[in-house]
């Protein structure tokens, strides 16, 4: 991954694909905040 969209919810502490829909990334960080890309 490329781009600098970490800074949204700080350190990420995990991340992930979802398994029914492979295009959709979760990650949750330091800051407290979950973001969902699709």
Same mark, same amino acid.
């Given at each position: 991954?490329?781009?600098?969209?970490?800074?949204? =919810?700080?350190?990420?502490? &995990?991340?992930?694909?979802? +398994?029914?829909? +492979?295009? !959709? !990334?979760?990650?949750?960080?330091?800051?407290?905040? =979950? &973001? =969902?890309?699709?």
């Amino acid at each position: 991954m490329c781009k600098d969209g970490g800074s949204q =919810v700080g350190a990420i502490f &995990t991340m992930g694909f979802c +398994p029914d829909a +492979p295009h !959709l !990334l979760a990650m949750g960080g330091a800051k407290g905040a =979950v &973001t =969902v890309w699709d």
